[in-house]
């Protein structure tokens, strides 16, 4: 396949849906050769912030000199971005050689009975197959929504060399569970027998959950613990603080809360170390310095401050706003708000809009899923009443500035499916103005 047809076929994917299980993954592994089983993983799950822990540990193994594949989704600018390795995203000739050769294979599935495996199980397979290509020492894998039916959790034990689970908090409960201790379960689901589990300090219910499957599986639990962290100072540009009273770590992620996901991703690194990886202080200092994550709180432009932030579930909301408090008081602040309607937009609406003086809402463009910026709009009037529902992304971004002046924050927050699309248009405005 081509390209135009490469994006055609991953289009036909999508409309295939979500399926956990792991059945028809592992059939399509084991059409494929098997190539999980000759790769080391990182494993990662969490509801919020496993995006910037992988982004944390992936340049923490690359400043040691290791060569890193990293899975992650949903992507910002470009399908490509889900499977890199290093910093480099897979090419355009690879992409559509290995997804040729999983298509066959999924032709051949369907007519041997199987059902056709969906979008995130081929690119799943697509991304072990790339990494196997490239010799990566190591692969940093994000779970999708779960964690035990989630189509990353076929690592053979012996190649998972750790677990680790960011934030756990309500998200996905269709498919999760309605009740933090069941998300949980499905998310300790990628604890494999006797390997090493790593853990920032979770609400009791997922602590005893992740306890009792460690004792289960025989796997040591090690808890990231914030007072590993101290003489800190937050930051818009950079952010520092003394670990263990010894390491000068600065980050340059912002938002208070990215300082418990930079705990978390030193203590994994400590327990690689344990287990015989190179890994220096120097290149933990390095790595953690040299870290981006696109979307999260992420600042585009600045007089006016225009950040992106990729909070699209309550837990986030909330992480959110403390930092919207923590930065920005006695600012004005515009937000531009687009949603899935799967997702808890109501009390994302109740929990951001104290903090506005305007909100504008928006329709994600190109989601089958996305909340009509009109519905999103009567929604947020219950709880503020300076709202508009712009007819287009291009539309909200003209009005936020409209309404803000050179000291004001202008905050584009919700799906990350439309985030993208945010950054294109700021970065066109900045062409024609330069």
Same mark, same amino acid.
């Given at each position: 396949?081509?390209?135009?047809?490469?994006?055609?076929?991953?289009?036909?994917?999508?409309?295939?849906?979500?399926?956990? +299980?792991?059945?028809?993954?592992?059939?399509?592994?084991?059409?494929?050769? &098997? @190539? *999980? #089983?000759? %790769? =080391?993983?990182?494993?990662?799950?969490?509801?919020?912030?496993?995006?910037?822990?992988?982004?944390?540990?992936?340049?923490?193994?690359?400043?040691?000199?290791?060569?890193?594949?990293?899975?992650?989704?949903?992507?910002?600018?470009?399908?490509?971005?889900?499977?890199?390795?290093?910093?480099?995203?897979?090419?355009?000739?690879?992409?559509?050689?290995?997804?040729?050769?999983?298509?066959?294979?999924?032709?051949?599935?369907?007519?041997?009975?199987?059902?056709?495996?969906?979008?995130?199980?081929?690119?799943?397979?697509?991304?072990?197959?790339?990494?196997?290509?490239?010799?990566?020492?190591?692969?940093?894998?994000?779970? +999708?929504?779960?964690?035990?039916?989630?189509?990353?959790?076929?690592?053979? &034990? @012996? *190649? #998972?060399? %750790? =677990?680790?689970?960011?934030?756990?908090?309500?998200?996905?409960?269709?498919?999760?569970?309605?009740?933090?201790?069941?998300?949980?379960?499905?998310?300790?689901?990628?604890?494999?027998?006797?390997?090493?589990?790593?853990?920032?300090?979770?609400?009791?219910?997922?602590?005893?959950?992740?306890?009792?499957?460690?004792?289960?599986?025989?796997?040591?639990?090690?808890?990231?613990?914030?007072?590993?962290?101290?003489?800190?100072?937050?930051?818009?540009?950079?952010?520092?603080?003394?670990?263990?009273?010894?390491?000068?770590?600065?980050?340059?992620?912002?938002?208070?809360?990215?300082?418990?996901?930079?705990?978390?991703?030193?203590?994994?690194?400590?327990?690689?170390?344990?287990?015989?990886?190179?890994?220096?202080?120097?290149?933990? %200092?390095?790595?953690?310095?040299?870290?981006?994550?696109?979307?999260?709180?992420?600042?585009?432009?600045?007089?006016?401050?225009?950040?992106?932030?990729?909070?699209?579930?309550?837990?986030?909301?909330?992480?959110?706003?403390?930092?919207?408090?923590?930065?920005?008081?006695?600012?004005?602040?515009?937000?531009?708000?687009?949603?899935?309607?799967?997702?808890?937009?109501?009390?994302?609406?109740?929990?951001?809009?104290?903090?506005?003086?305007?909100?504008?809402?928006?329709?994600?463009?190109?989601?089958?899923?996305?909340?009509?910026?009109?519905?999103?709009?009567?929604?947020?009037?219950?709880?503020?009443?300076?709202?508009?529902?712009?007819?287009?992304?291009?539309?909200?971004?003209?009005?936020?500035?409209?309404?803000?002046?050179?000291?004001?924050?202008?905050?584009?927050?919700?799906?990350?499916?439309?985030?993208?699309?945010?950054?294109?248009?700021?970065?066109?405005?900045?062409?024609?103005?330069?």
């Amino acid at each position: 396949m081509n390209e135009k047809e490469s994006m055609e076929y991953i289009a036909y994917l999508n409309t295939l849906g979500s399926k956990p +299980g792991l059945t028809v993954i592992r059939e399509l592994l084991r059409r494929a050769g &098997d @190539p *999980q #089983k000759e %790769l =080391a993983f990182i494993h990662i799950a969490g509801t919020n912030g496993k995006g910037s822990v992988s982004a944390f540990l992936s340049n923490i193994l690359m400043a040691a000199g290791y060569r890193v594949g990293r899975y992650n989704s949903p992507t910002i600018r470009t399908y490509r971005e889900r499977i890199c390795v290093n910093k480099s995203m897979i090419s355009k000739i690879a992409l559509c050689r290995l997804l040729t050769q999983l298509k066959t294979c999924c032709d051949e599935m369907v007519a041997d009975g199987f059902a056709h495996p969906t979008s995130f199980e081929v690119e799943t397979v697509l991304g072990f197959l790339y990494y196997k290509e490239k010799n990566c020492d190591m692969v940093v894998l994000e779970t +999708g929504m779960g964690g035990r039916l989630d189509a990353t959790n076929v690592i053979p &034990d @012996p *190649q #998972k060399l %750790l =677990a680790v689970f960011a934030s756990v908090s309500m998200d996905h409960m269709a498919f999760l569970g309605d009740s933090l201790g069941q998300i949980a379960k499905e998310k300790a689901g990628i604890i494999t027998q006797g390997c090493s589990v790593v853990t920032m300090e979770q609400r009791e219910e997922v602590m005893d959950v992740f306890q009792k499957v460690c004792l289960e599986k025989q796997a040591v639990l090690t808890v990231s613990k914030p007072e590993t962290a101290s003489s800190i100072h937050y930051g818009l540009e950079k952010q520092t603080f003394l670990y263990r009273n010894r390491l000068p770590v600065t980050i340059r992620l912002a938002g208070n809360y990215q300082i418990t996901n930079a705990l978390l991703a030193l203590q994994a690194a400590e327990i690689l170390q344990q287990k015989g990886f190179r890994i220096t202080d120097r290149a933990i %200092l390095k790595g953690m310095e040299q870290t981006g994550w696109h979307g999260r709180f992420e600042i585009l432009s600045k007089k006016p401050y225009f950040i992106v932030d990729g909070a699209h579930n309550e837990d986030a909301a909330r992480k959110l706003a403390q930092t919207v408090q923590f930065y920005f008081t006695n600012k004005k602040i515009i937000y531009i708000m687009g949603v899935l309607r799967d997702k808890e937009y109501e009390k994302i609406a109740e929990i951001m809009s104290p903090f506005a003086d305007s909100i504008i809402t928006v329709t994600t463009p190109g989601n089958p899923r996305a909340l009509s910026a009109l519905t999103l709009a009567e929604t947020v009037a219950k709880y503020h009443n300076r709202v508009t529902a712009a007819d287009s992304l291009e539309e909200a971004v003209e009005m936020s500035y409209l309404l803000a002046d050179k000291d004001s924050v202008i905050l584009a927050f919700g799906s990350l499916s439309y985030l993208g699309q945010i950054m294109d248009i700021i970065d066109k405005m900045k062409t024609k103005r330069a």
